[in-house]
């Protein structure tokens, strides 16, 4: 088993640096106040006990990471992106780490609770709590979004919830997948394209399918997805050697190219940097679909832009992924390997 050959530690360059090239970092006025009525929400779904819920809480400040993501958003909409955040981590932990992790089939449960949310939206909150809270959450957006916002986000939720009961069968099963296999399907696990759909609530933007069905846009929703996924397993490798978990894409380097840790870091740190490039050369090939939807566009992408940039500083700033590691100066940054089972 690879866990068994890993070196004390390991080197991790700065990756906010790397994708700072093309992503502006900004922080939303609103974060404070936000944080009081999503956590009161929080508290009424009752999910986990006081223990856990401050656990859950401290280590993920996901008040900051929705402060740095969403730096436009009013206080209704940044709310909403934040009780988004508390849903989509807590369901992930669910099949990451949690009861369900190598149980594929209550996995699936799981969603099929979460599809009569969507399908039935007449129906009463289910008492399951995972699904009350996709229920709220769908209520909230339902209210100020357009319907192609809306539509993209039921599809993008319909690929990252199957998404997850993938990755819990491959977990059942050790197993590790390829390294393009497991790039197409990091990209629905990170839940990148609800993202894209919460970035357009947030600004109340309305823009056509068109935009969206066009293939340098395409090209480019998927740059922007690795530029936030390639720096979350670099960054959340730590934590997931020690829960036992080969469901990130320095495991699959490691296994396909048959490398140890610290070149698989390194392979994968130049990828995410040739992403970069990537992504600033699609964007400097843009279409013009029309002088106001060009200007709604370009909202989009600075917005999604600073959304890339605030998760990838986000990574380093939440003790989930750093727990005891001075990043006050991430350049560089030795590592110490947690040891198995400390989360």
């Known amino acids: 088993m690879i866990s068994s050959t ?30 009081r009525e999503a956590r009161a929400w929080f508290d009424s779904v009752g999910l986990y006990d006081d223990r856990k819920k401050s656990k859950f809480l401290n280590y993920g400040k996901f008040d900051l ?36 992790q190598s149980r594929p089939d209550d996995v699936q449960a799981g ?33 100020t979004s357009t319907p192609g916002a809306y539509k993209r986000f039921i599809h993008a939720w319909e690929e990252w919830s199957g998404s997850q009961v993938t990755q819990s069968r491959n977990r059942s099963q050790d197993r590790i997948p390829s390294v393009d296999e497991f790039i197409l399907m990091r990209r629905a696990t990170i839940g990148g394209a609800m993202v ?26 998927d740059a922007t997805n690795d530029l936030m996924t390639w720096p979350n397993d670099l960054c959340s490798f730590n934590k997931e050697q020690s829960d036992g978990d080969y469901q990130n894409l320095v495991f699959c380097v490691m296994n396909e190219r048959k490398v140890g840790l610290q070149e698989s870091i390194d392979i994968v740190t130049e990828m995410l940097a040739q992403r970069v490039n990537d992504y600033v050369e699609l964007k400097n090939k843009l279409p013009s679909f029309g002088a106001d939807v060009d200007k709604e566009l370009a909202r989009y992408l600075h917005a999604l832009e600073n959304f890339v940039q605030g998760t990838v500083l986000w990574y380093y700033l939440s003790p989930r992924y750093f727990r005891g590691v001075d990043v006050t100066n991430r350049d560089n940054l030795v590592v110490p390997l947690f040891k198995p089972g400390v989360f």
């Open 65 to 100: 990471f929705a402060a740095l993501s969403f730096p436009d958003a009013d206080l209704k909409h940044l709310v909403t992106c934040l009780m988004f955040f508390f849903w989509a981590f807590s369901t992930d932990d669910l099949s990451d780490e949690g009861d369900l």
């Open 111 to 143: 969603h099929a609770i979460s599809v009569r949310v969507v399908h039935e939206p007449g129906a009463p909150r289910p008492e399951y709590p995972y699904a009350a809270m996709f229920y709220d959450l769908l209520e909230r957006f339902r209210e």
């Open 6 to 35: 890993l070196p004390s530690q390991f080197c991790l360059q700065d990756l906010a640096a790397i994708t700072g090239r093309v992503c502006e970092l900004r922080v939303n006025t609103h974060q404070a106040a936000a944080d």
């Open 196 to 221: 894209e759909a919460i970035i357009e609530y947030s600004l109340d933007l309305d823009l056509p399918d068109e935009v969206f069905e066009n293939p340098t846009i395409r090209a480019m929703s």
